[in-house]
Structures are given as structure tokens and as C-alpha cells.
């Protein structure tokens, strides 16, 4: 009797795993069923504003939040707006001109965050030493209407500077600042905008240039990295909106916490070994410009509309928010999302 008993139990128990098994089975089914949603996001421009980007493709967050995200450089603001239309790309990180500028000519774009604005500094060529030494030269901007063109349209008067009249701006049609540089290096320019980094590596060749002007501390705020998506992809996918915002603002965090992972990705996406280079990079993106929150700033996209009605008349007395939708990330907030990482 004891051994039927013992039977009887041996066949509950195998009856017992097989059902655990088939659980087990139906679960991993389940797993693989649920695939990752394609996103794919551009930047328009190889600068230390694209880290958290970055972080957040190396180290699998965008997959951590339920996202297959896909990185694309297309140098041009201008350009990434139109493959944004297209439906080529799903989000773009540009200056938030470019964002504005369509949405002026009737484009259904938004800006929903922002990775903060570029450190630029106005520089010169070694024998101009002062800003008034400027006058007669050739400043170098990037293309008309772009970011640089913008910033330096702003930046000369305050300086006591009329373009077209005491300056000449030259649009290079090249929007990295480092390759600007070489054409001041090779004369065709006299001055530019670039970044304390640009001067770190150019001073590493041996090369001098004169800074004359900080832009952000003569009051020229400028949309360096928007984060903008069509108006009908916020309203069909704002989940997977609010995961890659939740990627993007944990590689914020990892790089502003973990000094040596914001290093790895501008080694290699970079292409900077140097020390002092990744210290100011470090330094100068993640610790400064890039905000912990990535909340974009009113401020900076209320100049662009201004400087943009100029040329789009509709656009004299609109303000910023009605470019913006920031109500993702307010989600985030008021859900406790940052300050998991920050704890306030």
C-alpha cells in the first residue's frame, strides 16, 4: 500500500512538471512574440550634445524601454526635417530653427525635449585680437538659416557689429564647426563659430586662434539639439515617445555619473583619445550644456522665431509653446521617473 501511495505521488509530481514546463514554454513564447518597436532617430551634427544618444544605444537602454533603436547621421537640420516628413526617421535632434522653420512653412512638427545648446565661441584667426578687428572680414556660418547663421546673426550686434555692413557672413554650407576652423586655417575665412573642444584639438596640431566671444555668456541662446517628431507620430505612438525619452534622460544621467562610459563614446564616436579632450567634452556637454532633465529651453526656440520672421512674416508674435509639447516629459516627472536618478 505504501508503494501504490509512493506511485501515486511520483505521478502527481511529473504531472505537476510537465504543467510547470509548458507555463515555462508558453511564457518564453510570449518573450519572442513581443518584439521591440522600431525607432529610428536623427542627428544632425557629430558633436559632444549627441552623448546621451549614444549611451543610450551602447549600453541597450532604448531596448531596456522597449525599443529598437536605430541611430542615422544626416548633417543637416534642414535635411533631417524633410526625412522626419518622409517617415524615414521617427525623431530628430537638430536645432530647433530647423523644427520651427518648417513648422512656419506649415510642417505638423513639435518639439518635445531638448539636449541642450552648443558652447559655441566666436574664433578668429590669431592676428585678430579684438572683436572690432573683425571689421572688413569674412565670419563663416554654416548655411543660411541654420543654427550658426542664426547665433551669429544675434551675436555680432551685440558685439557692436552689423552683418552685411561692418561683416560679411560667408554660409560654407559645413555645419561641423572643426572643419570650419580649417578653412580659417587656409584663409577663406577670417572667423567662425566652434567649441572649446575644436580649440583643444586644433591646439594639439600646433594650430592658434583667437577667442573673442562666448555665445551663451553675451545672452545668445541657441537650439543646438532639439529632440522634435511629427504631430501624428506623438499621437499614435506616445508610448514609445516616452520610452525613448526615458532611454535618452538614464544615458544623461549614466553620463554625467559615470565619467569613464561618457568617455568610451566619445572615444569612439568622436574619435578622441586625448585626455584633456575628453575632460572638456566631459566637462563642457554632459556636466554643463546637456540638461539633467531634458526639458527643451522656451528661451532659445523664442529666438529662433524671431529671427526666423524675418523671412516668415506669420510667424511675428507666435511664442515658443506653440512649437512645444513637453507633456511627456511632465508625465515623467510628476511619475517620480528622475528622481529615481537625481532624488529630488
Given at each position: 500500500?505504501?508503494?501504490?501511495?509512493?506511485?501515486?505521488?511520483?505521478?502527481?509530481?511529473?504531472?505537476?512538471?510537465?504543467?510547470?514546463?509548458?507555463?515555462?514554454?508558453?511564457?518564453?513564447?510570449?518573450?519572442?512574440?513581443?518584439?521591440?518597436?522600431?525607432?529610428?532617430?536623427?542627428?544632425?551634427?557629430?558633436?559632444?550634445?549627441?552623448?546621451?544618444?549614444?549611451?543610450?544605444?551602447?549600453?541597450?537602454?532604448?531596448?531596456?524601454?522597449?525599443?529598437?533603436?536605430?541611430?542615422?547621421?544626416?548633417?543637416s537640420g534642414v535635411t533631417s526635417v524633410n526625412a522626419l516628413l518622409g517617415g524615414s526617421v521617427d525623431i530628430i535632434a537638430a536645432s530647433g530653427s530647423s523644427a520651427v522653420g518648417a513648422a512656419a512653412r506649415g510642417a505638423p512638427l513639435v518639439i518635445i525635449a531638448g539636449l541642450g545648446h552648443i558652447a559655441y565661441k566666436l574664433i578668429a584667426h590669431p592676428s585678430i585680437t579684438t572683436v572690432q578687428g573683425l571689421r572688413g572680414k569674412i565670419i563663416g556660418s554654416s548655411r543660411i538659416g541654420a543654427g550658426t547663421d542664426f547665433a551669429l546673426q544675434r551675436l555680432l550686434p551685440r558685439l557692436g557689429l552689423t552683418p552685411g555692413k561692418d561683416v560679411t557672413l560667408l554660409p560654407t554650407g559645413i555645419s561641423e564647426s572643426d572643419r570650419r576652423l580649417l578653412m580659417l586655417v587656409q584663409g577663406k575665412i577670417d572667423a567662425t563659430l566652434g567649441t572649446e573642444d575644436n580649440l583643444l584639438q586644433l591646439a594639439a596640431r600646433g594650430m592658434k586662434f583667437s577667442v573673442l566671444a562666448d555665445v551663451y555668456e553675451a545672452g545668445v541662446y541657441t537650439t543646438g539639439s532639439d529632440i522634435a517628431t511629427s504631430r501624428q507620430l506623438f499621437k499614435q505612438k506616445p508610448r514609445q515617445l516616452k520610452a525613448f525619452l526615458m532611454a535618452i534622460s538614464e544615458g544623461i544621467y549614466i553620463g554625467r555619473t559615470q565619467k569613464e562610459q561618457a568617455y568610451r563614446v566619445y572615444r569612439k564616436y568622436l574619435k578622441v583619445d586625448d585626455p584633456k579632450m575628453l575632460e572638456s567634452m566631459y566637462k563642457n556637454y554632459l556636466l554643463g550644456s546637456i540638461p539633467a532633465r531634458p526639458f527643451p529651453k522656451e528661451e532659445a526656440i523664442q529666438n529662433d522665431i524671431e529671427d526666423l520672421s524675418h523671412s516668415y512674416a506669420h510667424l511675428k508674435g507666435r511664442k515658443a509653446g506653440e512649437f512645444l509639447d513637453i507633456s511627456l516629459l511632465k508625465s515623467l516627472e510628476d511619475e517620480g521617473f528622475f528622481k529615481k536618478f537625481y532624488g529630488k
Amino acid at each position: 500500500m505504501g508503494i501504490g501511495i509512493a506511485r501515486k505521488c511520483d505521478v502527481v509530481v511529473f504531472i505537476f512538471l510537465i504543467a510547470l514546463w509548458q507555463t515555462i514554454a508558453t511564457i518564453n513564447c510570449h518573450a519572442q512574440d513581443k518584439k521591440l518597436d522600431s525607432f529610428t532617430i536623427s542627428f544632425a551634427s557629430v558633436s559632444g550634445t549627441r552623448a546621451p544618444l549614444w549611451i543610450a544605444k551602447d549600453l541597450g537602454l532604448f531596448e531596456k524601454y522597449g525599443l529598437d533603436g536605430n541611430l542615422v547621421y544626416i548633417a543637416s537640420g534642414v535635411t533631417s526635417v524633410n526625412a522626419l516628413l518622409g517617415g524615414s526617421v521617427d525623431i530628430i535632434a537638430a536645432s530647433g530653427s530647423s523644427a520651427v522653420g518648417a513648422a512656419a512653412r506649415g510642417a505638423p512638427l513639435v518639439i518635445i525635449a531638448g539636449l541642450g545648446h552648443i558652447a559655441y565661441k566666436l574664433i578668429a584667426h590669431p592676428s585678430i585680437t579684438t572683436v572690432q578687428g573683425l571689421r572688413g572680414k569674412i565670419i563663416g556660418s554654416s548655411r543660411i538659416g541654420a543654427g550658426t547663421d542664426f547665433a551669429l546673426q544675434r551675436l555680432l550686434p551685440r558685439l557692436g557689429l552689423t552683418p552685411g555692413k561692418d561683416v560679411t557672413l560667408l554660409p560654407t554650407g559645413i555645419s561641423e564647426s572643426d572643419r570650419r576652423l580649417l578653412m580659417l586655417v587656409q584663409g577663406k575665412i577670417d572667423a567662425t563659430l566652434g567649441t572649446e573642444d575644436n580649440l583643444l584639438q586644433l591646439a594639439a596640431r600646433g594650430m592658434k586662434f583667437s577667442v573673442l566671444a562666448d555665445v551663451y555668456e553675451a545672452g545668445v541662446y541657441t537650439t543646438g539639439s532639439d529632440i522634435a517628431t511629427s504631430r501624428q507620430l506623438f499621437k499614435q505612438k506616445p508610448r514609445q515617445l516616452k520610452a525613448f525619452l526615458m532611454a535618452i534622460s538614464e544615458g544623461i544621467y549614466i553620463g554625467r555619473t559615470q565619467k569613464e562610459q561618457a568617455y568610451r563614446v566619445y572615444r569612439k564616436y568622436l574619435k578622441v583619445d586625448d585626455p584633456k579632450m575628453l575632460e572638456s567634452m566631459y566637462k563642457n556637454y554632459l556636466l554643463g550644456s546637456i540638461p539633467a532633465r531634458p526639458f527643451p529651453k522656451e528661451e532659445a526656440i523664442q529666438n529662433d522665431i524671431e529671427d526666423l520672421s524675418h523671412s516668415y512674416a506669420h510667424l511675428k508674435g507666435r511664442k515658443a509653446g506653440e512649437f512645444l509639447d513637453i507633456s511627456l516629459l511632465k508625465s515623467l516627472e510628476d511619475e517620480g521617473f528622475f528622481k529615481k536618478f537625481y532624488g529630488k
